[in-house]
């Protein structure tokens, strides 16, 4: 096994590195869009302080249609919207843009979820000391949900390495493309079996990571 891991060095650590840049810009897009979006989500709801029924209605239902495509067939459907944004539909770069329209619904959805569970009480009291819907957010909202945002963050995140998985259908490379292609494609069981390993101890890192931090900053 350490024959094929030193044959294949160069081959694994640039598929680790395909998959950092994929799942770390959905990261980036998750938190610089999901986030707002989510915020959204949650405002304009039925009895919330920007309720809006048609921004509501239109935000989640664009929301669920993304959640609800088989990730596969949505990297498929958007070849095109790929193409015109990178100028490309294959490689790495090409792969972040499903990768991160996935991701903002995902994290949307759950940052929502998050600010839901905040009391009302407290919000109801911001407002009674005259805060502005941003201070609200911001100073209340946002300070009371920090540990289900970083909890829901986590779940992404992990969620995007499982995607990554599959990006190997448009030439994105990744930790699972590799292990496909060189692992169950050429039957080297072993190369396939050290590549699990490397990706249940990065998910393993990353839960224990955000569950930690997600403890810390919980001050309730």
Same mark, same amino acid.
């Given at each position: 096994m350490l024959d094929t891991l030193v044959q294949y060095e160069s081959e694994i650590w640039q598929a680790i590195g395909e998959t950092f840049v994929m799942v770390g810009v959905s990261i980036i897009a998750a938190v610089l869009i999901g986030l707002p979006v989510g915020t959204l989500l949650f405002l304009s709801r039925k009895g919330n302080m920007l309720e809006n029924r048609l921004l509501f209605s239109t935000l989640n239902l664009l929301v669920n249609t993304i959640r609800s495509f088989p990730f596969l067939l949505l990297v498929v459907f958007l070849i095109p919207f790929t193409r015109?944004? &990178?100028?490309?539909? %294959?490689?790495?770069?090409?792969?972040? !843009?499903?990768?991160s329209i996935i991701a903002i619904a995902h994290y949307a959805r759950l940052v929502e979820q998050s600010l839901l569970d905040v009391p009302k009480g407290v919000i109801e009291a911001a407002i009674s000391m005259g805060a502005s819907v941003r201070e609200v957010i911001f100073k209340f909202v946002y300070v009371e949900a920090r540990s289900g945002l970083v909890l829901g963050l986590t779940t992404s995140i992990i969620s995007f390495i499982s995607y990554s998985t599959i990006m190997g259908v448009v030439g994105g490379g990744g930790i699972g493309d590799f292990a496909i292609r060189y692992g169950y494609q050429q039957f080297k069981t072993d190369l396939?079996?050290?590549? &699990? &390993? %490397?990706? !249940? %101890?990065? !998910?393993?890192?990353?839960q224990f990571i955000g569950t930690n931090l997600s403890r810390i900053i919980d001050k309730r």
């Open positions: 015109f944004i &990178i100028g490309t539909a %294959i490689g790495t770069a090409a792969a972040t !843009v499903p990768l396939m079996i050290y590549m &699990i &390993i %490397i990706m !249940v %101890i990065l !998910v393993q890192l990353i």
